[in-house]
């Protein structure tokens, strides 16, 4: 067990199955999906997560995860701190509550913007929250399949494409997680709820800061290279 | 509440201290660090390994396991067989250092990966590494009011200025802590390598020595960490960081002599040996002018410990500010008043020209540490100066719109006379107040400035500009 990933291929998968994980856990807490979490932790564990710096902040939402008893309590706490259209979401999941005005029609433009990106990334957002395309789930969903397509890319010794897809990964980071995810997972913490939902907020802004430094190695490489100008 | 050491090669277990840490010795740990976990310690507060048998990633990894903040856990490496005393002293620094630690966020947690592993090879990946880089407080922090000092000495080009505030690039960052030692304000800062840490680091090992010590600064990167001889490691990012108030405040803690030598000893990787020197000389010319010696601070750690100066609780100490050091050494020496130039220390004394200051209050707006401050009352403005607080950065120079006509001067020197006196008024003059509504116009040495400006033909409008403010004219 606790593997270190062992090559950049092995890495964009493990990626992949932080953000997976991490927009499940925004998702509605039904049963099936809490077995589901506890599964896919203990996969990420095995594959070489110890060895990360935020490993330190993972491991009491992991534990938190495992405490939990009785699923109505995070399913009440999940409505109360991010149902959108509850009014007063202790803390809304989604982009356009941080970054927009309502009054001066800003939300649209934030989801228009986003369309575009998804648009350009070939992706089509499905599913539980698919309507609400700057939704916390969305956007971490959206990095998973980056990643996936990163690890495609390398284990076909797709140049190009990785090199492409390592673009995306960081501007979608530095334009939109980075941007909106401190100030949410903040109301997070505030908001004094369930450990579960309490200690998400900093294993998941501990995870972001760390995957930034990571995307930003491999550009960086890739700069020196010549491939990425 | 843990001491780990490695027991390989017979290193003996220095013995735990009640009720404030216990020492355990495992053996393997340096080949293979999960040998914490399987031993079941949890959250251990200082290593102390062997160079060159471990990798600092399985270690950091193994911390993490065991509930610590591998970015807070202080290591040491040893060189060779180190007796139980000196492990008790080392070991007794560390953790004291360990329970200064502030504390690390996510942001401080910088990767370190082989430099360039190429993808198109696909080379196995390394067991990442983490090093603490520092973290800005924008709310302390004097970029809006011009202050680039941070700028200026980053040797890596990791600091930029835009938009009103300092932008920090954690890829480019070499997390050497110059930065932080640069800044007047505190608001750049290092949590595995604060003031706080170093104080408690060195004040708990002199607690321990029976006999002098010596304190010997050295870099992340060098290795060995040594000690050995009565002289003891204290870890910083880079010796480049060292101030003179780094260098002397040991000598503050009870510590004979204080040596600091660039990494590798073959000469530092960022260029910053010339900087450690210069630290070096002017702190060793401060002991020379106090008498206590030269020899107090060098770059290498040979030759004889010299007896302490002098012990002070480590309370007092501070955050080790270099004008602060200064004047606690001169107390402690019992010296009488010295004055000693500060060319590579962060010191400055501000004198203002009644014949040339306009009293405009620009040299007020921009010093970092608020070292320049201005007071206001009915009909009079006076501008202070605190010699504490002056870190010599020339920013008022920089400012000053009367500088050709030696306005203002900034002489760069420690003195314990001024430093005595404290914040005292540097300029005083009147202010012209509107004859309509009473309000202050302006300093009536700017009026005279600008009457000199423009000159007997414009009598009249000098003459409208001093009796009334702009809302009365």
Known sequence: MNKLPETFEDLARFRQGMYKIFSAAFLPPVPERLGDLISGADTLEGMGLPY???????????????????????????????????????????????????????????????????????????????????????????????????SEARSNENETQTVITLKHERSFLEDHLMVWLPRFVERIAVAETVPFYATLGPALMSFIHHDLGVVRFQTKSAQVEGTIS | MTLVLCADHDTPVPPSVDGVYDAVGIKGLCSDPTAIN?????????????????????????????GADPLGVPIITLPDMPTETELAIAGGGLIARRRAFPGA??????????????????????????????????????????????????????????????????????????????????????PSATPRQIVAQIAAMVAQAEDPIGVRFHCRDAQPRMFGDSWYSVEVPCTGMLTVGWLLAPLLLGVGAVSAGPCMGSGCALGNDDRLKDRCSEAAGICTELGIGADRVRLAQQGQLPIPVGKIPAEAVGTMRDTDVFMALTTMTSSSAVSIGASAGFAGI?????????????????????????????????????????????????????????????DRRFDSDALTVGRHVVRTGSTATCEKCGDPIAPSAMLGRIQSMLGPEHAGTLDLISRRCISCR
Not at chain 1, 88 to 104: C, K
């Open chain 1, 52 to 150: 990360l710096a935020f490993y330190s902040e993972w491991l009491p939402w992991r534990q938190a995860l495992n405490s939990v008893h009785d699923v109505i309590d995070v399913e009440v706490e999940y409505v109360r701190m991010f149902a959108t259209g509850v009014a007063g979401a202790m803390s809304p999941p989604t982009e356009s509550s941080y970054t927009a005005d309502p009054i001066r029609g800003e939300v649209g433009e934030v989801l228009a913007r986003l369309r575009g990106i998804y648009n350009d990334f070939r992706l089509e957002p499905t599913g539980a929250v698919a309507d609400t395309l700057d939704h916390v789930s969305i956007e971490l969903e959206v990095m998973s399949a980056l990643c996936a397509r990163e």
């Open chain 2, 38 to 66: 399987k031993a079941g310690v949890t959250n251990p507060e200082a290593l102390i390994l062997h160079m060159g048998e471990y990798d600092l990633g399985f270690v950091q990894s193994a911390l993490r396991k065991a």
């Open chain 2, 350 to 410: 501000v004198t203002l020209h009644e014949e040339s200051c306009t009293l405009c209050e620009q040299c007020t707006t921009v010093c970092p540490p608020n070292a320049l401050k201005v007071n206001r009352s009915d009909g009079s403005i006076e501008i202070t100066f605190d010699p504490g607080l002056c870190v010599g950065c020339s920013m008022c120079i920089a400012t000053c719109p009367e500088i050709e006509k030696g306005a203002l001067t900034l």
């Open chain 2, 105 to 190: 966020g996510p942001e401080h947690a910088k990767l370190v990966w082989p430099e360039l592993i190429s993808r198109r090879k696909l080379f196995a990946l390394k067991v990442p590494q983490y090093v603490v880089a520092p973290s800005i407080e924008s709310s302390l922090c004097a970029a809006a009011h011009g202050c680039r000092l941070c700028i200026d000495s980053c040797p890596s080009g990791a600091l930029t200025y835009g938009d009103g505030a300092i932008s920090y690039s954690v890829d480019t960052c070499v997390a050497c802590g110059i930065c932080t030692t640069t800044c007047p304000t505190e608001a750049t800062t290092n």
